[in-house]
């Protein structure tokens, strides 16, 4: 038998493609190229669409009510430092100790505790975690950057609104 020609029995079971085989598999790959090259053409102007409502910066210091709902924002990243959950000081150290896993209350302090604080994913981390207070920092920025632009707002209460994002940026430094 020479090299390149099949046996009779796999001609016979069907095992090899035949060279129609072969131009049935070249057009239906052409096909799928084609749907897929007319699909990504086709929703160039669909995905273009811009949504209405959309919040911008400009909506959000277009009149007091949206600028305090901006202030309201930068208080939104202090961290819960009553809630047992979420602070340390309250379960990552030995003080007190229960039977795990206690149902009905979950504490990720106590696994600091258990001793299962890890480098890769640090158990309650407030930088990339629940607080982020890089999001407040940033959001206290644009604030005092565009708290000017607001048209009925008196001037005092202007600088207090600066004053309180200024305390907020602050803390969530030394935080």
């Known amino acids: 038998m020479a090299w390149g020609t099949p046996c009779s029995a796999c001609l016979t079971s069907g095992y090899l493609f035949s060279y129609k085989n072969d131009d049935v598999m070249k057009l239906i790959r052409i096909f799928y ?4 090259a007319v699909g990504f053409v086709a929703c160039d102007k ?21 600028a305090e709902k901006y202030l309201f924002t930068c208080y939104r990243y202090l961290p819960a430092h009553g809630s047992a959950t979420n602070n340390p000081a309250f379960t990552a150290g030995d ?11 979950s504490a990720p302090g106590w696994q600091i505790a258990r001793g299962n604080q890890g480098v890769v994913e640090p158990i309650l981390n ?10 407040g920092i940033r ?11 607001v048209p009925d707002m008196e001037e005092v209460e202007k600088k207090r609104w600066v004053a309180e994002a200024k305390f907020l940026k602050a803390y969530y430094h030394f935080w």
């Open 33 to 36: 190229l084609t749907i897929t």
């Open 46 to 66: 669909y995905l273009d669409v811009v949504p209405d409502n959309v919040a911008t910066i400009d909506n959000a210091f277009s009149m007091r009510s949206a």
């Open 95 to 105: 003080e007190f100790w229960f039977y795990t896993p206690f149902i009905g209350f």
């Open 126 to 135: 407030y930088w990339d975690g629940v607080s982020q207070p890089f999001n």
């Open 139 to 149: 959001d206290c920025n644009i604030l005092m950057e565009n708290i000017d632009r």
